[in-house]
């Protein structure tokens, strides 16, 4: 995993709890600069990789919202942090702000305390649902990648002993990332991790500065023993010139790393491609090639998202072929790994 050691932190004064303190103390080198909201930042110098590496901003998290999902989690908890190392092509996070640098909230403790109240007003015990039999579910790193932010200082392990010990709810992230720190917190199969897995080709060029398939693979085991429930994310699909061929290459590379006993507790969840227009003209001058393939308009068409985004999506009839071949290729190669649910 890429090391992230910033050489200049922002920060709010409400910020500076024990954690923020803390965190600037331990990082005494770095140009240290005070600024009003987390979220207007002052001109940056440096291009956007320059930034995701070079800048650190701590803030405090103000607005617990807490909304529904019922896809990958039931809810989706407030962000420990926003932003991320890497450079996805494809990354939401990023596609509203010319330069995204990761923002870690210190008030941690004020997060699970939303959380847990939000947990206490819901039905007991849970109707089961496909996102867990037992727990209601929560993602914790919808904004930001946890193996990532896990580097930063206590939260992410905060967290994962909070939902450890807590009765009812059940933590939940995606990652692009291997993080061995995170074997050692204890989630005893409290939070599920979910590898994104791509195909090796295009993972190369649309999975900027994160961490090779070979690595994600090589990890699950691993994760599976020290406690979490290990599931993949196939996401995003992209459709291409023998894209079938290689999500079968990467099927199989699957079913040859992942243990047995790890099979019998995997499932999967699939997303097709959701572009939008000012992330391609970014994209033009940050990442052309990866653009290439992700931009299509011949097969893609204008989508308002849940959230009031005007984004762009594969046209309804190809992505329903391409959800069966899919399907289809899945249950030849993989049928142990259960699709959770696919769009």
């Given at each position: 995993?890429?090391?992230?050691?910033?050489?200049?932190?922002?920060?709010?004064?409400?910020?500076?709890?024990?954690?923020?303190?803390?965190?600037?103390?331990?990082?005494?080198?770095?140009?240290?600069?005070?600024?009003k909201?987390?979220?207007?930042?002052?001109?940056?110098?440096?291009?956007?990789?320059?930034?995701?590496?070079?800048?650190?901003?701590?803030?405090r998290?103000?607005t617990?919202t807490?909304?529904?999902?019922?896809?990958?989690?039931?809810?989706?908890?407030?962000?420990?942090?926003?932003?991320?190392?890497?450079?996805?092509?494809?990354?939401?996070?990023?596609?509203?702000?010319?330069?995204?640098?990761?923002?870690?909230?210190?008030?941690?403790?004020?997060?699970?305390?939303?959380?847990?109240?939000?947990?206490?007003?819901?039905?007991?015990?849970?109707?089961?649902?496909?996102?867990?039999?037992?727990?209601?579910?929560?993602d914790?790193?919808?904004?930001?990648?946890?193996?990532?932010?896990?580097?930063?200082?206590?939260?992410?392990e905060?967290?994962?002993?909070?939902?450890?010990?807590h009765?009812?709810?059940?933590?939940?992230?995606?990652?692009?990332?291997?993080?061995?720190?995170?074997?050692?917190?204890?989630?005893?199969?409290?939070?599920?991790?979910?590898?994104?897995?791509?195909?090796?080709?295009?993972?190369?060029?649309?999975?900027?500065?994160?961490?090779?398939?070979?690595?994600?693979?090589?990890?699950?085991?691993?994760?599976?023993?020290?406690?979490?429930?290990?599931?993949?994310?196939?996401?995003?699909?992209?459709?291409?010139?023998?894209?079938?061929?290689?999500?079968?290459?990467?099927?199989?590379?699957?079913?040859?790393?992942?243990?047995?006993?790890?099979k019998?507790?995997?499932s999967?969840?699939?997303?097709?491609?959701?572009?939008?227009?000012?992330?391609?003209?970014?994209?033009?001058?940050?990442?052309?090639?990866?653009?290439?393939?992700?931009?299509?308009?011949?097969?893609?068409?204008?989508?308002?998202?849940?959230?009031?985004?005007?984004?762009?999506?594969?046209?309804?009839?190809?992505?329903?072929?391409?959800?069966?071949?899919?399907?289809?290729?899945?249950?030849?190669?993989?049928?142990?790994?259960?699709?959770?649910?696919?769009?």
């Amino acid at each position: 995993m890429q090391s992230f050691n910033p050489s200049t932190i922002l920060y709010t004064p409400d910020a500076l709890n024990e954690r923020g303190k803390n965190l600037l103390l331990s990082q005494a080198g770095t140009l240290q600069q005070e600024i009003k909201q987390h979220n207007r930042l002052p001109q940056l110098v440096g291009n956007h990789f320059q930034v995701k590496s070079n800048v650190l901003v701590l803030g405090r998290l103000k607005t617990m919202t807490i909304r529904e999902s019922g896809r990958s989690s039931d809810f989706i908890a407030p962000s420990l942090a926003n932003g991320c190392l890497g450079a996805c092509a494809y990354c939401y996070v990023d596609r509203n702000k010319n330069v995204n640098p990761i923002t870690l909230f210190t008030n941690t403790e004020e997060i699970l305390a939303a959380v847990d109240k939000h947990a206490q007003q819901q039905p007991w015990p849970k109707v089961p649902t496909q996102t867990h039999s037992r727990y209601y579910t929560y993602d914790i790193g919808c904004n930001s990648d946890i193996s990532v932010d896990a580097t930063l200082g206590d939260s992410v392990e905060t967290a994962i002993r909070f939902y450890r010990q807590h009765p009812k709810v059940f933590a939940t992230f995606a990652t692009k990332f291997v993080n061995p720190e995170l074997l050692n917190y204890d989630p005893q199969q409290k939070t599920r991790i979910r590898f994104s897995m791509l195909p090796h080709k295009l993972s190369k060029l649309v999975d900027v500065r994160t961490d090779s398939m070979e690595k994600r693979l090589a990890a699950i085991n691993d994760f599976y023993q020290a406690g979490y429930e290990v599931h993949v994310n196939f996401s995003p699909v992209v459709v291409y010139q023998g894209w079938l061929q290689d999500y079968r290459e990467l099927f199989e590379q699957l079913n040859r790393a992942v243990h047995p006993k790890v099979k019998e507790q995997m499932s999967c969840e699939v997303i097709f491609l959701t572009h939008n227009q000012a992330q391609h003209e970014a994209n033009l001058s940050i990442n052309p090639k990866a653009e290439s393939l992700i931009w299509a308009p011949q097969v893609q068409e204008t989508k308002v998202s849940q959230f009031g985004g005007v984004n762009v999506r594969y046209k309804h009839q190809l992505k329903a072929q391409w959800i069966a071949e899919f399907r289809a290729l899945q249950q030849e190669v993989i049928p142990w790994c259960e699709i959770r649910y696919i769009f």
